[in-house]
Nanobody
Framework: QVQLVESGGGLVQAGGALRLSCAAS????????VGWFRQNPGKERDFVAA????????YYAALGKGRFTISRDNAENTVYLQLNSLEPANTAVYYC?????????????????WGQGTQVTVSS
């Protein structure tokens, strides 16, 4: 069982930046691909980014390309999502799930473990 805890969310003005963190209880986090998804009430979870266990491959949804960067520090059992040039449309709860195996996926159904999420609110 992998426990994941997201942090770093908050209220920011449009154009601002946040760095989200996803701390994992798993000591061998390199065995897991980790993704970031976002969700608003009544809507489905949208893929934001994912990173393979060895950090060699990163994947981004169109909504964040050029503005968001996913990275990981396996020694610290932590995955990060840097959010730059934020827009009000980026407001959501952001989740970081982990996937057994190392590939990473844009489908939420491919992930085995989920954190509780962190709220990001971007004001105009």
């Amino acid at each position: 069982q992998v426990q994941l805890v997201e942090s770093g969310g908050g209220l920011v003005q449009a154009g601002g930046a946040l760095r989200l963190s996803c701390a994992a209880s798993e000591r061998t986090l390199s065995s897991y691909a980790v993704g970031w998804f976002r969700q608003n009430p009544g809507k489905e979870r949208d893929f934001v980014a994912a990173i393979s266990g060895d950090s060699r491959n990163g994947y981004y949804a169109a909504l964040g390309k050029g503005r968001f960067t996913i990275s990981r520090d396996n020694a610290e059992n932590t995955v990060y999502l840097q959010l730059n040039s934020l827009e009000p449309a980026n407001t959501a709860v952001y989740y970081c799930p982990a996937q057994s195996g190392t590939a990473g996926s844009s489908s939420p159904y491919e992930y085995d473990y989920w954190g509780q999420g962190t709220q990001v609110t971007v004001s105009s």
